[in-house]
């Protein structure tokens, strides 16, 4: 895998509602140790301001968006409660920061995605018209 | 929904479902593509679209106390993140609305529509019971 990126990463965090099962004191030492480490990512200027997600929603889907089903999406572990973009070169560097999270403590998860420079689906129809080129010459 | 219908931080559209190219000819892929980036532009110069990007399809995960690490895919391919948009619309009919426009819907991709927190609503509740214990 190419692990060098210009483009920066994404970190997505995924969780259950675990901070129901916390204490008012437990709870604010967290959301203050998470504020803390976003400000210093900040002001390191590897990360831009995040965004937190309402635990709210709807998916659209079927052809033309038809279908309209509300979330919540209040049980499932796999939920995303919110995202940071960050402006650092290599996944390494992206993990590494995803490790010191102070949210990782309650058994969340961070999945960590490489921001593309190019759209996938366009690289690979390329690729493809490629292919049928070779086929038929 | 009616009195949740409102987002002053706006909306994020995240893109489910990473296989849609497989069935599809080079010529089709290729149209669903540029639809999506023209819908995007045109989202952009209406001032709609603020951010937006594709995502690659590798990536990591990092989880839990012990801070394993480990490979994607992070789902299964109908359910995982292929790309984002972050929206400025006022409500979430809107952001539906535009949702449905969505150039990969007939391919099984499937918009997820989430209004974006002015803060942590952890936070929030937080000082929401803060406020309460004062009473």
Same mark, same amino acid.
């Given at each position: 895998m190419n692990t060098q990126q210009q483009n920066g990463y994404m970190l997505l965090f995924r969780s259950d509602e675990w901070y129901n099962e916390l204490s008012y004191d437990e709870l604010q030492k967290v959301v203050s140790q998470n504020n803390a480490w976003i400000e210093e990512l900040t002001a390191e200027g590897k990360a831009k301001p995040g965004h937190a997600l309402q635990r709210k929603g709807v998916t659209v889907s079927g052809e033309n968006g038809r279908v309209v089903s509300d979330g =919540?999406? !209040?049980?499932?572990?796999?939920?995303?409660g919110g995202f940071l973009v960050l402006n650092v070169d290599t996944l390494e560097e992206a993990i590494a920061i995803a490790k010191s +999270? =102070? +949210?990782? !403590?309650? +058994?969340t998860s961070i999945e960590v995605r490489p921001l593309a420079e190019e759209c996938p689906l366009d690289v690979r129809a390329r690729e493809l018209a490629r292919e049928e080129q070779l086929a038929t010459a | 929904m009616s009195t949740q219908?409102?987002?002053?931080?706006g909306y994020m559209l995240l893109f489910r479902g990473?296989? *849609?190219?497989?069935? *599809?000819?080079p010529e089709e892929l290729q149209k669903v593509t540029d639809n999506w980036m023209a819908w995007f532009k045109r989202l952009t110069q209406e001032g709609k679209a603020v951010a937006g990007n594709p995502l690659e399809r590798e990536g990591k995960v990092v989880s839990g106390k012990e801070r394993v690490v480990s490979d994607g895919p992070f789902a299964e391919a109908k359910e995982a993140i292929g790309g984002y948009f972050l929206l400025d619309v006022a409500t979430m009919d809107e952001a539906v609305a535009i949702a449905r426009e969505c150039p990969g819907l007939p391919y099984g991709i499937r918009v997820e529509v989430r209004p974006v927190a002015g803060e942590c609503p952890i936070a929030a509740d937080l000082r929401a019971e803060a406020q309460f214990a004062q009473l």
């Open positions: =919540p999406f !209040a049980e499932s572990k796999e939920v995303i +999270s =102070p +949210s990782l !403590a309650y +058994s | 219908n409102q987002s002053q931080n990473t296989d *849609l190219r497989k069935g *599809l000819s």
